[in-house]
């Protein structure tokens, strides 16, 4: 289950999606997706109408997301210094926002292409009383920017050809003083983009924290992609501009996090597909030291069923 909007950030987001009809929005929600199928991308400076419905069927998906990133950041690496964050592609902060839902950090620096989105960050940072700079500008003019102790990218380097992604990925590990989460769709391409990064940052001499427990090279093969999902709420508004019957949907998504000082790695792996569970017993595939492989556990082993029975894809599992 996906944590909630904190509700100032609800009524926050309800006022920014407001005075639209119905009809332009769902039009324009339409539009939005079908730039998301085609992996075109969407354009760089979107019309009110455009933000207004990406905020009411994309803002909850990808909050969600960022959410379950941090605190499983934040489980690992409790001590962590996160005074400040940049976020880097960040629309109207997502990301920024899923990280002050817990955290308070002192400056949240939003880098942002389109400055259409600054009106409704401000609304936002003031909802999560947060201290917020936003800055005009594209991933590729990273360099004027001062470090943070926590960076984030999430649902951006998809947009960039992929020799600007690299270029991007090593701008963005030199601004992280303490930590580096970068967060894309769930799917192949989004997963391809995930595992050429962490490749990048491990030569860089950084170390993986999540989801990866380990420092080996990627043991996902194949046709096969590491991702996992999050569940989502549905908003009424959110259900009739998805034309929706069901009150939540699933968003999947890749990612991963690194860190810049070596932390104590779980002796858990992590669950990378949804365990298959039967009478008496469940399956789990597990990545641990750079492999996975199928784990089985019985209601025979007692303490060990008791432990993995409430398991779910995602999780750590100590086999």
Known sequence: MSPALPASLAAALAQETAGHERRALAEASESLSMSYRSRSGIRRNLSPVERAAYLATRFPSTFSVARIVWREVRALCADLPLASILDAGAGPGTASWAACASESPARVTLLERDAGWQTSATSFAHAMGANMKFVNGHLESLQGLSAHDAVIASYSLNELAPAQQSESVQLLWRLASSLLVIIEPGTPAGFATINAARRLLLDAGGHAIAPCTHQQACPVKGDD???????????????????????????????????????????????????????????????????????????????AWRSARDTDWGDLLDD
């Not at 259900?239 to 968003?251: A, D, N």
């Not at 070596?262 to 597909?273: F, H, L, Q, T």
């Not at 595939?285 to 556990?297: K, L, P, Q, S």
């Open 225 to 303: 992609w590491c991702h996992f999902d999050a569940h989502v709420e549905r908003t009424s508004l959110h259900r009739t501009l998805k034309s929706g019957t069901l009150s939540h949907e699933r968003e999947k998504f890749s990612y991963v996090a690194f860190v810049r000082a070596p932390v104590v790695a779980p002796e858990a792996g992590r669950v990378v597909r949804r365990p298959i569970r039967a009478s008496g017993h469940a399956h789990f595939d597990v990545c641990r030291a750079g492999e996975i492989r199928r784990v089985t556990i019985s209601k025979r082993q007692g303490d």
